[in-house]
């Protein structure tokens, strides 16, 4: 089936609210529902500098969300590009809700190689669920999607929540990432704790796509880890550092929610960039 055409225009507004990464809470115990997000900005005129184009995902059976982000005056053609990845409940437009535009933007102001950034909608802890497979999406689909725009291969991962599971599952098999960088990454240590989530059908499909499972298989440099002290997967990420030795790891105050994931924001792409580059 052949895409539909780009859209993107200086007046044209966004729709509604997207929803906010923290859509991801609503677990049950052992892992403690993190506390719901501050609701979404009011929408915005999109600017040059973000374009969303439409197109269908065979691999997903549906009509997805790519949306470009690119630092203000920097020309997009030939830019190294980092893929982001939203949390459960969300989409690739929540990045806009997060201000992840202007922070790319004021990151490469301040002495950070420009880069781009595109995130496109998921599901499924980015794994697949029948004939709905976002990995592949991730793998087969978007390759050609950020060639169509000028872009260069992915180069870089960055993943909220869900995204961070799916950011590292992925960099599992894509040696030529050089860099990953995840937020709040909701990993589990044990069966018990992921059964709650209700995406894996046994605990031999967990085990094959944790994350924490297969640390071996991680890279160790251009690995960075952000996660919020009151944050429900903090356990879980603290493994994660322990156990993957990333080269760059913070655990500072905050809570799963768009506030702390804003503030972590312009760290999170000061890594990125020089790695992408």
Known sequence: ???????????????GPAALVAACAGRSAPVAAPPSAAPASS?????????IHRRHSAARGRDVDVVLMTPDGVPSTGLPVCVALH?????????????????????????????????????????PDGSDDPHRMLTDEL????????????????????????????????RDVTAVATCSAALFRTWPEARTR??????????????????????????????????????????LIST?????ARITPGKHTSEYWKGVLPEVLRFLGPRVA
């Open 1 to 15: 089936m052949r895409s539909k055409p780009g859209v993107t225009r200086r007046g044209l507004l966004l729709g």
């Open 43 to 51: 929408p915005s005129p999109l600017k040059a500098s973000i374009t």
């Open 87 to 127: 949390g459960r409940g969300a989409n690739a437009r929540t990045f806009l809700d997060l201000d992840l535009p202007a922070a790319l933007t004021a990151a490469v102001r301040s002495g950070t190689p420009p880069f781009a950034v595109v995130a496109v909608d998921g599901s499924h802890y980015w794994m």
């Open 143 to 174: 390759p050609g999607w950020l060639s169509e725009s000028g872009l260069r291969p992915m180069a870089g991962l960055f993943g909220i929540s869900m995204g961070g599971f799916g950011a590292l599952n992925l960099a599992r098999r894509r």
């Open 198 to 239: 209700h995406v894996f059908a046994s605990p031999d499909d967990w085990t094959a796509a944790e994350p924490l499972q297969h640390v071996d298989e991680l890279p160790s440099r251009g690995l960075g880890v952000w996660c919020g002290d009151g944050d429900s997967f903090v356990a879980a990420n603290r493994k």
């Open 244 to 248: 993957a030795h990333p080269e760059v």
